[in-house]
């Protein structure tokens, strides 16, 4: 390794203090772009003129360039060091922000949120490995704790803030206060974070690797988003899904035989590590869909404001922050098996109560679902991190931590495609056995429960069709949460002992057998 550049003069704790609230603040922005489009999306659907498939693609064109591209940066952070590509990232994201603000189309948004998941990949993919690189074992939980309920607020908080935006302000101004939070992260990494310590002999990238697995993802996602906007057909449907699905497959048997993978042996050998991946790629497939749809319940069916949406996450975003910040004391109290089972069960039980809203459900349901889910999910991230993330070795910090936040952006583009092609699905099959099937009407609006400009007649019938949509959407995501529940409870029912504790440790990646 070669040596690093210091830091200006700061004590140790100082340092990890501005380092962890750096670290915060660059997973709050990167989250707060995940949900603050939701409740933009009518707007910008009828002043862009967007198809609902644009409308997928605006949100799953970030997440999908996050999860493609994270993996190859974490391999760029392990080579070049952490914090110059942490700073590069940083920098793409702002600059793209800005062209997403200044979009004069549908097209040019969705290629400016590409953007942004390129430069939010650096972010996302080294964020924990330099809170790993700061902070001991011992300090590691609280840390992580409060990194991921900083995270999770942005997440819960786009929705209040873009609501609160719209109600004054166009719907550029989402993307416009990125730039502010950007700027004060830039200096706080300049000036907390350690210099560049690269390897003094950096292994070749495996480009294979990024191709296939960049290739592969961008495919199935296709595929599925194609799907949600007009019935499954060969060319624009199953087509680039069978392609995508052998891309991957290309992608995992590579990894298996090439000199150095994208995703280091080390990482794979784990098994504890692996499920965890797992688990927020399922827990995060089940919250994009939820968050998506119930937006369109209450924009587009009920006709509530973007103020009003927004605000309605609130029952959700204070039980969130709650539970995440006590991550540290619980992770010092109870088993990795207990809080991320505990969590993935809750999570489900609170999309269950969210699942049965109709037209006419009393809002205290919804209020109820949104409690219990906050509690679910601030229990199950910071929990599923911290276990996977406490003994991951130094020289693969960076390939775990991009491999665990791939999988976060991989459940968020995959399964809102998944989600919404399921639920589209469902609702024209509802449609088109109505009496009013054979009536040509555009299935977009009608998947998202839009009913401006259809006939009063129909209007009740289209409402029932998305309902139905709405209720089978959400009981994939209760799916998912409760095989997450089931993989928790299983991956790591060997660790008996508190996750704080030194007999609780997961085996160590360092000496752990590897895959051929």
Same mark, same amino acid.
């Given at each position: 390794m070669t040596?690093?550049?210091s &830091?200006?003069?700061?004590?140790?704790g100082?340092r990890?203090?501005?380092?962890?609230l750096?670290l915060?603040?660059?997973?709050?922005?990167?989250q707060?772009d995940? !949900?603050?489009?939701?409740?933009a999306l009518? !707007?910008?659907?009828h002043?862009? %003129?967007?198809?609902?498939g644009?409308?997928e693609?605006i949100?799953s064109?970030?997440?999908?360039?996050l999860?493609?591209l994270?993996? *190859?940066?974490?391999?760029? #952070? %392990?080579?070049?060091?952490h914090?110059?590509?942490l700073l590069?990232?940083l920098v793409?994201?702002? *600059?793209?922000?800005?062209?997403?603000a200044l979009?004069?189309s /549908?097209?040019?948004?969705?290629?400016a $949120?590409?953007?942004?998941?390129?430069?939010?990949?650096?972010i996302?993919a080294?964020?924990?490995?330099?809170? !790993? %690189?700061?902070?001991p074992?011992?300090?590691?939980?609280?840390?992580i704790?409060?990194?991921?309920?900083?995270?999770?607020v942005?997440?819960?908080?786009?929705?209040?803030?873009?609501g609160?935006?719209?109600?004054?302000?166009g719907?550029?101004?989402? +993307?416009?206060?990125?730039?502010?939070i950007?700027v004060v992260?830039?200096g706080?990494?300049?000036?907390a974070?350690?210099?560049?310590? /690269?390897l /003094?002999?950096?292994?070749?990238?495996d480009v294979?690797g990024?191709?296939l697995?960049?290739?592969?993802l961008a495919?199935?996602? +296709?595929g599925?988003?194609t799907? =949600?906007?007009?019935?499954w057909?060969?060319v624009?449907?199953l087509v680039?899904?069978?392609?995508g699905a052998?891309?991957l497959?290309?992608f995992?048997q590579w990894q298996?035989?090439a000199?150095?993978?994208l995703?280091?042996r080390a990482?794979r050998g784990n098994?504890?590590f692996i499920?965890?991946?797992?688990?927020?790629f399922l827990?995060?497939l089940a919250f =994009? #869909?939820?968050l998506?749809?119930?937006?369109?319940? +209450?924009q587009?069916?009920?006709g509530?404001?973007?103020l $009003?949406?927004?605000?309605?996450?609130?029952?959700m975003?204070v039980?969130?922050?709650?539970?995440?910040?006590m991550?540290g004391?619980?992770?010092?109290?109870f088993? /990795?098996r207990a809080?991320?089972t505990?969590g993935?069960?809750?999570g489900?039980?609170?999309v269950a109560?969210?699942s049965? *809203? &109709?037209?006419t !459900?009393p +809002?205290?349901?919804?209020?109820?679902?949104?409690?219990?889910a906050g509690?679910?999910?601030?229990l199950l991230?910071? #929990?599923i991190?911290?276990v996977?993330?406490? %003994?991951v070795?130094?020289?693969v910090s960076?390939?775990?931590?991009a491999?665990?936040?791939?999988s976060?952006?991989?459940g968020?583009a995959?399964?809102l495609?998944?989600?919404?092609?399921? #639920?589209?699905?469902? &609702?024209?099959h509802?449609?088109?056995?109505?009496r009013?099937?054979?009536a040509h009407?555009p299935?977009g609006p009608?998947?998202t429960?839009? *009913?401006?400009?259809?006939?009063?007649r129909?209007?009740?019938t289209?409402s029932?069709?998305f309902?139905?949509?709405?209720?089978?959407?959400?009981?994939?995501?209760?799916?998912g949460?409760?095989?997450a529940?089931?993989?928790?409870?299983h991956?790591?029912?060997q660790n &008996?002992?508190?996750?704080?504790?030194?007999?609780a440790?997961?085996?160590?990646l360092?000496?752990?057998p590897?895959?051929p």
């Amino acid at each position: 390794m070669t040596p690093n550049r210091s &830091t200006p003069n700061l004590d140790p704790g100082q340092r990890r203090r501005m380092t962890l609230l750096a670290l915060c603040l660059a997973g709050f922005v990167i989250q707060l772009d995940v !949900t603050i489009i939701n409740v933009a999306l009518p !707007t910008i659907q009828h002043e862009l %003129d967007a198809a609902t498939g644009a409308l997928e693609w605006i949100i799953s064109g970030y997440a999908l360039g996050l999860a493609a591209l994270i993996p *190859l940066m974490g391999a760029l #952070g %392990d080579r070049l060091g952490h914090r110059p590509v942490l700073l590069a990232g940083l920098v793409v994201f702002g *600059l793209c922000s800005v062209g997403a603000a200044l979009a004069p189309s /549908s097209s040019v948004l969705i290629a400016a $949120r590409i953007g942004q998941g390129v430069g939010g990949a650096a972010i996302s993919a080294l964020t924990l490995a330099v809170l !790993t %690189d700061t902070y001991p074992p011992a300090q590691r939980g609280h840390a992580i704790g409060w990194w991921a309920a900083v995270g999770g607020v942005g997440f819960g908080a786009g929705p209040i803030a873009g609501g609160l935006l719209l109600s004054t302000f166009g719907w550029s101004t989402i +993307f416009w206060v990125n730039l502010p939070i950007v700027v004060v992260t830039v200096g706080l990494v300049l000036l907390a974070v350690p210099g560049a310590a /690269s390897l /003094s002999d950096p292994q070749p990238l495996d480009v294979p690797g990024v191709v296939l697995a960049s290739l592969g993802l961008a495919a199935v996602t +296709f595929g599925l988003i194609t799907a =949600s906007e007009i019935p499954w057909k060969p060319v624009p449907t199953l087509v680039p899904l069978v392609l995508g699905a052998l891309a991957l497959a290309a992608f995992m048997q590579w990894q298996r035989h090439a000199g150095e993978p994208l995703v280091p042996r080390a990482v794979r050998g784990n098994t504890t590590f692996i499920s965890a991946c797992a688990i927020y790629f399922l827990s995060y497939l089940a919250f =994009s #869909g939820t968050l998506y749809y119930v937006t369109l319940m +209450f924009q587009n069916l009920l006709g509530w404001s973007a103020l $009003r949406t927004g605000l309605s996450w609130l029952l959700m975003n204070v039980p969130f922050l709650l539970t995440a910040q006590m991550a540290g004391k619980l992770a010092q109290r109870f088993t /990795s098996r207990a809080i991320g089972t505990t969590g993935c069960t809750a999570g489900a039980l609170g999309v269950a109560a969210l699942s049965t *809203l &109709t037209s006419t !459900t009393p +809002f205290a349901v919804a209020a109820v679902g949104y409690l219990v889910a906050g509690v679910g999910f601030g229990l199950l991230v910071p #929990g599923i991190t911290n276990v996977a993330m406490r %003994d991951v070795a130094g020289p693969v910090s960076g390939a775990a931590s991009a491999v665990l936040n791939s999988s976060r952006q991989l459940g968020t583009a995959v399964g809102l495609a998944l989600v919404g092609a399921v #639920g589209a699905a469902v &609702t024209r099959h509802s449609w088109g056995a109505s009496r009013y099937g054979q009536a040509h009407i555009p299935s977009g609006p009608l998947a998202t429960g839009s *009913l401006h400009g259809l006939p009063a007649r129909m209007q009740a019938t289209a409402s029932n069709a998305f309902e139905i949509g709405y209720h089978v959407a959400l009981g994939v995501c209760i799916a998912g949460l409760l095989v997450a529940a089931f993989l928790s409870a299983h991956a790591f029912k060997q660790n &008996t002992a508190p996750i704080g504790t030194a007999t609780a440790k997961e085996p160590s990646l360092e000496g752990t057998p590897t895959q051929p």
